[in-house]
Every structure is written in structure tokens, then in C-alpha cells.
T-cell receptor, first 117, second 116 residues
């Protein structure tokens, strides 16, 4: 059983196109995230949703728009793709228990390798 | 300033030996959590171990242990009895605070190669 799944695993597209990446978790977690890993393997948070509410929005271009139809899904839509958007995008989820939520790790999906040509 | 620093871009270890991967962190928040993740060549991120700032004892998970030295702000990962399958990138990460800002801040990673 896949805990956090992402589709597609690979995405190759041309500059200027619009694309979406989907993420689903079956762990019953209430918080989901998008991270970007660049070519140097550096991982940085982009967005976080808690119970469908956006709680973290890092300095990401507004061409990136997350959408959470329910707490098990968090999709990422990217408009007008640029060469610099090429990266691996990871979805993650966690269960946070009130003020004691630090105790649990975030569980990552397999990643989506986006290549913009 | 870097919040999470991993000073070893790459390391080698002989199979069956123990290895320590270094991680130092910087925060003024008294409540934080420290995590280690493994990223094999296949690309997935695997959660290994967690240490809370208020935990009195060092965390252990199987062959993984976290050497937590709060005063020195270090959270080194120790892998005992290395196996070939331990060859991977290892990331240290921190989460600050207890509110809803649950983002993880990652270090730059250490690439570990286990030699047979």
C-alpha cells in the first residue's frame, strides 16, 4: 500500500506550458506539503496545507498554485513553465497533534521529476 | 545564516563499520525537532529518526541513533554496522515551533558510500 503517491513520476514539457502534479496520501494525515529539490539536491519547502487550509506559502512565484480538494489530496499546478522550474517535486504529509506535533516526521512521496525544455 | 549545516558533502565507510554523519543547527526557539532522512539513488525520501528538543534521551531506531548534544547544537546520525544498502544521500532537517508552521528546513546533505 502506497502511503504518499504522486503522479506523474516523470514530466517532460516545453517552456510556456501549464502542467499539474497530483498527490494523494492514505495515511489519514491532516497536513500536506510540497517541496522542491534542485539539481544540487537542496530541498526547500514551497507550500503546506493543514486540513485544506494554506498555512505555509514560501517565496514561490505565483505561477505555482497549490490546490487541496480534501485533506488527502494536494495538487500543484504550474503555469507558464520556465527552464528554472526543472527539479524534483516532492509531496509529503504529516500528522500533527496539537502543540505536541513535533514528534512526527513528514512522509514523502516518490517525487516527480519535472524537466522543462 | 544557515539553519542546518552538514559539513561533510561525501563520506566513505567500510561495510560493517559504524559511521557518524554530522549535523549542526541554529535556532532560538526552545521547541524544535530534528530529523534525518535517507535518499537512495532511486530518489525517494525515507524518514529515519526523530529527536525532540525536550527529549532527555538520544533517539534510536534499529541501527540508527542520533547523538544529540543540545548545548553544542548538534544532532549527528550514527549508523552502526554499515550495509551496502546504506549508500545514499542523508539529510538532516529541523522543524521549529509548535504552531502550524510545520515546515522542515533541510541541510545540504551528505553522500555516504559504503565500501564492500
Amino acid at each position: 500500500d502506497t502511503a504518499v503517491s504522486q503522479t506523474p513520476k516523470y514530466l517532460v514539457t516545453q517552456m510556456g506550458n501549464d502542467k499539474s502534479i497530483k498527490c494523494e496520501q492514505n495515511l489519514g494525515h491532516d497536513t500536506m506539503y510540497w517541496y522542491k529539490q534542485d539539481s544540487k539536491k537542496f530541498l526547500k519547502i514551497m507550500f503546506s496545507y493543514n486540513n485544506k487550509e494554506l498555512i505555509i506559502n514560501e517565496t514561490v512565484p505565483n505561477r505555482f498554485s497549490p490546490k487541496s480538494p480534501d485533506k488527502a489530496h494536494l495538487n500543484l499546478h504550474i503555469n507558464s513553465l520556465e527552464l528554472g522550474d526543472s527539479a524534483v517535486y516532492f509531496c509529503a504529509s504529516s500528522q500533527d497533534i496539537g502543540g505536541q506535533g513535533l514528534a512526527y516526521g513528514q512522509y514523502f512521496g516518490p517525487g516527480t521529476r519535472l524537466t522543462v525544455t | 545564516a544557515q539553519k542546518i549545516t552538514q559539513t561533510q558533502p561525501g563520506m566513505f565507510v567500510q561495510e560493517k563499520e559504524a559511521v557518524t554523519l554530522d549535523c549542526t543547527y541554529d535556532t532560538s526557539d526552545p521547541s524544535y525537532g530534528l530529523f534525518w532522512y535517507k535518499q537512495p539513488s532511486s530518489g525517494e525520501m525515507i524518514f529515519l529518526i526523530y529527536q525532540g528538543s525536550y527529549d532527555q534521551q538520544n533517539a534510536t531506531e534499529g541501527r540508527y541513533s542520533l547523538n544529540f548534544q543540545k548545548a553544542r547544537k548538534s544532532a549527528n546520525l550514527v549508523i552502526s554496522a554499515s550495509q551496502l544498502g546504506d549508500s545514499a544521500m542523508y539529510f538532516c532537517a529541523m522543524r521549529e515551533g509548535v504552531d502550524s508552521s510545520y515546515k522542515l528546513i533541510f541541510g545540504s546533505g551528505t553522500r555516504l558510500l559504503v565500501r564492500p
